[in-house]
Structures are given as C-alpha cells and as structure tokens.
C-alpha cells in the first residue's frame, strides 16, 4: 500500500489538475456540479496546505522526490517555512473566492461558459501552487506558464470587449517576461549543468562573477518584475483588473502578483545567496529605488480613478511596491514584513474586490459614484469594505498596520530613515482615496442618477446574497483578527526570513 | 575578432532574431503580426537552447551503442517542453484575436485603441447570451 501522507506534496497539484478535466465534464450532466466539484478540491487542497504546515513545523523541510528520481537529476519538490506559507495563502484565498464564485459567476458569464470557467480557475490554482512548490528550475518556467494562460482565459471572459484588449496586451507582456526567464534559466544551464534549485546555490558561488550570471540574474529579476507588476512594468495589470469579472479580479489580485513575489524572494535568497544581491549587483538599490516610486505613483495614481476596480488596481500596485521595499531591505525585519504584507494584502484587496463584485452583482456599477448611501442598502458588504480600507490605510489593530510597522521598523534598523517617511506619506494618500469612498457610502444620500435609479428605489437593506457575503465577511473578519493575533503569521515569517536571509 | 563573429555565429543569428521577434511585438500594429513577432522571439531562444547542447563531433545520445561523445540531450528535451507551451500560447492568442475581431470588427491596435476611447463607460449590460453588441461588427 502507497502512503498518502507521504504524497501530499504532489497530490494537493494532481487533484487541482485531474479536476480541471473533470470539470467541463461533469457541467455537461448538470452545470451546477462544476461548481460543488470546485469548491470541494480547492477545500481539501487547503485542507492539504494545512496538514503539510503542520507536519513542515514539526520536522523542518520536506523535500519530495516525484517519481522517486533522485534530485539533482530528478524533479524536486520543497516545503520549508518559505512556501508552505505562500501556499496556504494561495489555497485559502481560493476556497474562499470559489466559495463566493456561484452567483456572481452566475451572473457576470454567460451559462454556456460556466463550465469550463470552473475548469480553467483550477488550472491557475493548479499553476500558482506549483510554482509555489517546485524546487526546480525548468518545472517552474512551465508553472508560470500554465498560471498565466489560465489568466489570460480568465481576463479574456470578462463581460465588456475591452476584456479582450487587456488579455491580449496581457498575454504579449506576460509571454515577454516568461521568455527572459526561459533565457535565464538556459545562461543558469549552460554554466552550472544543473536545473535544481538547491544545487545551483551550491554550484554557483564561485561563478558569481561570472558574465553569464550576471545576464542570467538581470533577465530573472526582469521577467519577474513584470509578472508581479513591479512599477515602471505594471502597465497590463490596472486593464487585466478592471475589465476581468469580479471574482476573478479577486483571486488574481490576491494570488498572482504575491506568488511572483515569492519566485522573486526565491531566486534572489535561495538561488542566488544574499552576498551575490549585496556585493555583486546593485540590485537592492534599483529594487529599492523602483519600489519606493511604486508605493507614491501606485498611490497617487489610484487617486485620480473613477472606476473603483481600476481604483484598487492601482493601489495594488503601490503595495507590491512594500512587498519588493521590504525584501529589498535585506534585514531581518523587514523581510518578515515583506512576508507579513504577502498574506495581509491577499486578505484586504481579496475582500475589498469582494465586495465590489457584490456591488455589481447588485446594481451593475462599477464607477465610484455608484457606491453612494450604499451604506443602507448594504450594510454587512459595507462594513467588510470599510474594515478592509482602514487596514489598507494601516490603522492600529488591523492587518495593514501591522506589516507597515515591521516594514518601517525595518528600514530604521537598515539605517535608511528616509523609507519612513514615503510609507507615510502613501498611507496618507491610501487614506485619501479610501476615505472619500467610506464618505460617500455612509454620509451622502443615494444615487439617483438614471442608471442606479432602479436600485435606489428599494428602500430596505438588500444586501448580497449569502453564499457572497459569508466568504467576503470571513476575510474582512481575518483583517482583524490577524491584525490583533499578528503572532500567529508573524512566527511562520520570522522563521521563514531567517531561512531566506541565513541559509536554508 | 573574427573568432568572436564566426566562432560563436550560432549566438550571433539567435540574438539577430529575437530583437527582430521582440520590435515586432512592440512595434507592429497588426495583432496577427505581433503575436507572429512572438513566435520568432520564442523561436529564438529555442534555438538558442539547441545550440548550447552541441558537441563537436557528438553523435546521438543512445546507450546501447556506448556513446562514448553525444551531443547533451537534455537542452532537446526542455526545448520539446518549450515549444508545447509556445504553441499553446499562440493558440490563445489566435483565439484571442477571433474574438477581438468579432467585437471590433477589426485587428488594428490603433483603431480598437480609439474605439475603446470613444465609447464612454455605459451602463453594463447584465445578460447570459453574447456579451458583446456592438454595431461595428462586419456581419
């Protein structure tokens, strides 16, 4: 008899797999099977997240050999704190979003679809989670490709046509980046012979000066700063977010951007040592640079938005710029800010894209305007939002203030005082952009305007259903909770920045 | 001199063509032409890849015949991976574009760009059959 425990690793990408086929199938007897099969797999999946954590805190590394070939020679699957960490965020986020799917799916695609958009969520969850897992090289590129042609399905099935332009223009930038990274890998090849993750960190130490390192490094750092929107290349991210349907907004903005992160952090801690980051390129400082004109202009941008989904785009944008300024850093702190801000921002941008597809699912508008005296009409939705914009803001006892604290921490402890004031000043500008919102939802009368008309007629609270509201409140719920509980992330990422920055 | 164009002339035509791949991406206007753009870039690094595996005077990596010098086999093998995952993407995309074409009624970047602009944000249309009515489309 074969030991399934022993199998998690890999099992927990086979049944996100194995489903994706099995999906479209059984949508064809019955369309709403697709969805139970959904929500079923991405339950156990997290149930697998968390039996692997626990058995990750008790014996340290798990490293799984697939087909039982001997790595370097075979593919390798790791867990340590890093990514056992990564991966019960992607999981959690994606039973939660699957959970919340069904009527707004219902609503926003067309019934013939339904099916297969089941099947194609699985094949991103599939893809994001075996990024997160694989210990490989080669096996990575071809992760990021699954996840990324999901996405661009995803995107593509968006109500409006310009979903389809910003897939398009997504799909070109997207292959870019995955490109550079097939060429980094080739250079990594070409001087070490080896794909594996944990070899190459023995092999490449003496190479470091090495030109062929140094491009293999820059095409990396490039290709990943595009697939996780780093600032001067975040140009396909507020389109992709804006015109994709709700809920896929919600899982990509609290998924896809984080685990680029986390192959960013990957290759630059564990691929490469930290001596290489600080002594043989600057690429700190140009990390640092860019990530801290991505907090401002991220946030400035935001400002000036209409429409709330493209609001909150570019607000992402400014808090992957914390997650880069936090790594960047290179101190202990920091790193574990970096890492808190990860899962913290999954949470508050997962429900405030939540309750915006709540919004829609109800009234059809996207535009700022259309929140006005939502604050009557939907008052558990609107409370779940103004939790999640305070904790984007970074008030005391929620998630977001807990990272900017360990960030700004951070940046004292490296010396460099004046990231200080640039996290101020965009909580600032987030506390602008925020609270004109929160303004109009609690103190301004409703819409009347022709085309939220209808909906302003109903006098009573309507809110969404709840099949949308349990998920969107649960995670509003763990904006406080972890923000009071900070202890219990904050363990896992201490842990795993001292992995990243001491060795493994 | 010399060695460093003729020696090493593989690297020189796969460098040669993905700059040709990549403008076209960038620069073309034509959706079919970029993504055709994007086949000549992926192309590239493939052959890129082949090239690094070569041996001099290697032959084909098979054991039984005790292959004392081969060629590294492993490169051919990544690259068969690879090029499953560039024809996927071009499928996409092909995919892609019938339906921007459908929408638009045309695969110009510049005037899909300028129709997108000119429409204002109206009031979406919440329905469960075709999401797109629009009038340009060329029946």
Redesign the interface.
Same mark, same amino acid.
Not at chain 1, 158 to 162: C, M, Q, T
């Given at each position: 008899m074969i030991n399934i425990t022993e199998h998690l690793p890999v099992l927990i990408i086979v049944i996100s797999l194995m489903s994706a086929a099995i999906i479209p199938i059984a949508g064809r007897f019955n369309r709403h099977y697709s969805w139970y099969i959904t929500v079923a797999v991405t339950f156990v999946s997290f149930l697998i997240s968390i039996s692997l954590l626990n058995r990750v805190l008790n014996t340290g590394k798990i490293s799984y050999w697939l087909g039982g070939w001997q790595p370097p020679w075979g593919i390798e699957y790791v867990l340590d704190y890093l990514n056992i960490f990564i991966l019960l965020i992607v999981s959690f986020i994606a039973f939660i979003v699957s959970l919340y799917a069904r009527h707004s799916i219902e =609503?926003?695609i067309?019934?013939h679809k339904i099916s297969t958009f089941y099947s194609v969520y699985m094949l991103f969850i599939a893809g994001l989670m075996g990024m997160t897992l694989t210990g490989d090289l080669?096996n990575l /590129?071809?992760f990021i490709?699954i996840s990324s @042609?999901a996405a /661009? +399905?995803l995107i !593509?099935v968006? #109500? =409006? #046509? %310009?979903a @389809?332009?910003a897939? /398009?223009n997504y @799909? *070109?930038l997207g +292959? *870019?980046a !995955? +490109?550079f990274i097939? @060429?980094g890998i080739?250079y990594l /090849?070409?001087v070490t012979g080896t794909l594996n993750m944990a070899d190459l960190r023995e092999l490449l130490p003496p190479l470091y000066e090495s030109k062929v390192v140094l491009t293999a490094f820059a095409f990396f750092t490039v290709g990943l700063s595009l697939k996780l929107a780093l600032f001067p290349l975040h140009i396909w991210l507020p389109n992709a977010y804006t015109h994709a349907p709700s809920v896929v907004s919600a899982i990509m903005a609290a998924t896809s951007t984080k685990v680029g992160a986390y192959v960013l952090l990957r290759i630059m801690f564990t691929v490469f040592k930290v001596e290489f980051d600080l002594e043989v390129v600057p690429v700190t400082k140009i990390l640092l640079v860019l990530s801290s004109v991505a907090i401002i202009a991220g946030s400035v941008l935001a400002i000036a938005q209409t %429409?709330i989904k493209r609001m909150l785009a570019y607000s992402s944008v400014g808090q992957i710029g914390y997650i880069v300024l936090g790594a960047a850093l290179i101190n202990q702190t920091a790193m574990t800010g970096s890492l808190i801000h990860i899962l913290n921002h999954a949470i508050m941008k997962g429900t405030l894209f939540l309750v915006i597809g709540a919004v829609?699912y109800k009234t059809?508008?996207?535009?700022i305007s259309g929140l006005r005296g939502m604050g009557k009409k939907m008052p558990y939705s609107m409370a779940a939002f103004t939790i999640a914009a305070l904790s984007m803001i970074g008030i005391p006892l929620t998630v977001g203030f807990v990272s900017k604290w360990y960030i700004a921490m951070g940046a004292l402890n490296a010396g460099m005082w004046y990231f200080v004031p640039i996290i101020l000043l965009s909580s600032l500008l987030t506390a602008v952009y925020f609270w004109r919102i929160i303004e109009s939802i609690y103190f301004e009368d409703a819409n009347t305007e022709p085309?939220n008309a209808e909906y302003s007629q109903i006098r009573n609270p309507d809110d969404a259903p709840l099949g949308m509201l349990i998920p969107t409140l649960i995670l509003a719920g763990l904006c406080l909770f972890f923000g009071v509980a900070a202890f219990l992330p904050v363990s896992i990422a201490e842990k795993a920045a001292s992995m990243l920055l001491g060795g493994m | 001199m010399i060695e460093l164009i003729i020696g090493k002339y593989t690297y020189w035509i796969s460098i040669t063509l993905m700059m040709i791949g990549f403008y076209a991406m960038i620069a073309k206007g034509n959706l079919i032409k970029k993504i055709i753009g994007m086949n000549i870039f992926q192309t590239a690094v493939f052959l890129f890849y082949i090239s690094t595996a070569m041996v001099k005077d290697g032959t084909a990596p098979i054991l039984w015949q005790k292959a004392n010098l081969y060629v590294n086999p492993l490169p051919h093998v990544l690259i068969l991976t690879a090029i499953v995952v560039s024809v996927s993407v071009t499928a996409v995309a092909l995919a892609l574009i019938i339906r921007i074409y459908k929408a638009y009624g045309t695969i110009e970047e510049e005037q899909i760009l300028k129709m997108a602009n000119e429409t204002p944000n109206p009031k979406l249309v919440v329905n469960k059959g075709e999401p797109f009515q629009t009038p340009n489309t060329a029946k």
């Open positions: =609503k926003e067309a019934e080669f /590129y071809v490709e @042609l /661009y +399905t !593509a968006g #109500r =409006k #046509r %310009n @389809l332009m897939s /398009y @799909l *070109i +292959t *870019i !995955a +490109t097939l @060429l080739g /090849y070409m %429409n829609v059809g508008i996207e535009d085309q | -």
